[in-house]
C-alpha cells in the first residue's frame, strides 16, 4: 500500500483485526494473518508499493523485470509460510 511493510500493518489492521475477530479468530491468529499479509504485500506482484517502482527508475530497466526478479522471492515467502504452519 505505502512501501513499507510496518505502515501497511499500522494503517490495515485497524480494519482487518476486528472484522476477523467477529469472525471468530483468535486474537492471536488474526494478528499474525495481518502482519503477514502486510510484508507479502511487499514482496508480491503486483502490489510491491512503490520500491517497485522506485528501483525500475534507478535501475533504468523495465517494471516487468522488476515483476519477473520479484517472483521466486514471493513465492518462497508464502512456501515458507505454509510449510512452517504444517
Request: aromatic share 10%; net charge positive; no cysteine.
Amino acid at each position: 500500500m505505502s512501501g513499507s511493510a510496518v505502515s501497511n500493518v499500522a494503517t490495515t489492521v485497524v480494519i482487518t483485526i476486528p472484522l476477523m475477530r467477529k469472525s471468530g479468530f483468535k486474537a492471536e491468529n488474526a494478528a499474525g494473518i495481518a502482519a503477514v499479509a502486510s510484508t507479502g504485500g511487499q514482496l508480491t506482484t503486483p502490489v510491491m508499493g512503490a520500491a517497485a517502482f522506485l528501483m525500475a527508475e534507478f535501475l533504468n530497466i523495465s517494471y516487468a523485470e522488476i515483476v519477473i526478479a520479484a517472483l521466486i522471492p514471493a513465492a518462497l515467502y508464502y512456501v515458507a509460510l505454509f510449510y512452517w504452519r504444517i
